[in-house]
């Protein structure tokens, strides 16, 4: 198993600039999840899906847009990026709610 | 609103030393998970330790052992006989835990510690 894998590893944006983060798992979990991780800071959720078809906002939601067509896929689209929105990146996923959550390895934005 | 409180940026240890890494907590709810990951300096998340609030004994994984004291709203990481491998940066992170014993998995992270393991 891959487990979680997130592409690109790295990513420079212009401001306004658009892109689509992608987290892809292979463990069949229900549950995945975005974080964000700002310089020498705690992880926040940013956004959260229970299944395919189902996703619901966490704590920093702004700025950002998910969509969970498939179990495996949950991809992050950042429309008219900002320099605040340069950070880390996780994605991760877990069997049900209660369960351990397995991360990605992290895709390291920079909008300038 | 649950909130999660780390008050040491950064700690020192010897090497073969024990250290104790704080962490206290806020929240209104009865039941909830307690979790330290390990951030090395290479990025990734690893999960070290789990405690849930029900849980009477406190929570061992090899070296790794938490100090969950409820009354005090604390959930302190001991790690034994440091190594040179432990020097990364330390997450505690909550849980939220609904009536049945459920959960969405939403966590809510520390700042963190930055632990760093002298020879």
């Known amino acids: 198993n891959a487990g979680v894998t997130q592409t690109p590893k790295f990513r420079i944006l212009k401001i306004g600039q658009s892109m689509t983060l992608q987290c892809t798992q292979d463990m069949n979990h229900n549950y995945m999840y975005w974080y964000r991780q700002d310089p020498g800071m705690g992880l926040k959720l940013i956004y959260y899906?229970?299944?395919?078809?189902?996703?619901d906002k966490g704590e920093v939601p702004n700025g950002y847009n998910v969509s969970r067509s498939t179990t495996e896929d949950f991809p992050l689209r950042l429309e008219l990026a900002a320099p605040s929105q340069t950070s880390v990146y996780f994605c991760?996923?877990?069997?049900?709610?209660?369960?351990?959550?397995?991360f990605g390895p992290g895709t390291r934005l920079t909008v300038t | 609103a649950q909130k999660i409180t780390q008050t040491q940026p950064g700690m020192f240890v010897q090497e073969k030393e024990a250290v104790t890494l704080d962490c206290t907590y806020d929240?209104?709810?009865?039941?909830?998970?307690l979790f330290w990951y390990k951030q090395p300096s290479s990025g990734e998340m690893i999960f070290l330790i789990y405690q849930g609030s029900y849980d009477e004994q406190n929570a061992t994984e090899g070296r790794y052992s938490l100090n969950f004291q409820k009354a005090r709203k604390s959930a302190n990481l001991v790690i034994s006989a440091s190594q040179l491998g432990d020097s990364a940066m330390y997450f505690c992170a909550m849980r939220e835990v609904l009536a049945g014993g459920t959960s969405y998995g939403k966590l809510t992270f520390g700042q963190g510690t930055i632990l760093t393991v002298h020879p």
């Open positions: 991760a996923s877990s069997y049900r709610g209660n369960y351990e959550q397995y």
């Open positions: 899906s229970v299944g395919a078809g189902i996703t």
């Open positions: 929240t209104s709810d009865q039941s909830y998970g």
